[in-house]
Nanobody
Framework: RVLLVESGGGSVQAGESLTLSCIVS????????LAWFRQVPGKEREGVASFDFGTGSTAYGDSVHGRFTISEDNAKNTAYLQMTSLNPEDTAMYYCATRAGDCYNLVPEPENYNYWGQGTQVTVSS
C-alpha cells in the first residue's frame, strides 16, 4: 500500500520561505511521477510542480515558476517543495501525490494521480 505523508506547513509572512516534505512508503515502481498540488476552499486543486523519478525532469505551474523548487531524496524516500518569495496568494492546503506513469514534463493534473497524502496547510500573511 502506497502511503504519502506531508509535513512542513505553517504560517509565514510575505516574502519568507518554507520547505514542505513528503515521505513516500510502499512505492515499488521503478519509474513514476511525484507532484505537489494545492487547493483553496471553493476552488479546484491546482498543480504546482512535478518530478519524474526516471529522468529527474521537473515541471512547474506558471504561478510558482522561478519561486518553487521540487526535489527528491531517493535514499530517504522523501520529496521536497522549497517555496521562496511567498505571497498571500500561495495560501492553500498543499498535497503531494504520486503515480506509476511518467510525468512527461507536464504541469500535473490531479485526475492523473492515484496516491495522495493528507495535506499540509500553508498560510502566508501580508
Amino acid at each position: 500500500r502506497v502511503l504519502l505523508v506531508e509535513s512542513g506547513g505553517g504560517s509565514v509572512q510575505a516574502g519568507e520561505s518554507l520547505t514542505l516534505s513528503c515521505i513516500v512508503s510502499g512505492y515499488t515502481y521503478t519509474r513514476g511521477c511525484l507532484a505537489w498540488f494545492r487547493q483553496v476552499p471553493g476552488k479546484e486543486r491546482e498543480g504546482v510542480a512535478s518530478f519524474d523519478f526516471g529522468t529527474g525532469s521537473t515541471a512547474y505551474g506558471d504561478s510558482v515558476h522561478g519561486r518553487f523548487t521540487i526535489s527528491e531524496d531517493n535514499a530517504k524516500n522523501t520529496a521536497y517543495l522549497q517555496m521562496t518569495s511567498l505571497n498571500p496568494e500561495d495560501t492553500a492546503m498543499y498535497y503531494c501525490a504520486t503515480r506509476a506513469g511518467d510525468c512527461y514534463n507536464l504541469v500535473p493534473e490531479p485526475e492523473n494521480y492515484n496516491y495522495w497524502g493528507q495535506g499540509t496547510q500553508v498560510t502566508v500573511s501580508s
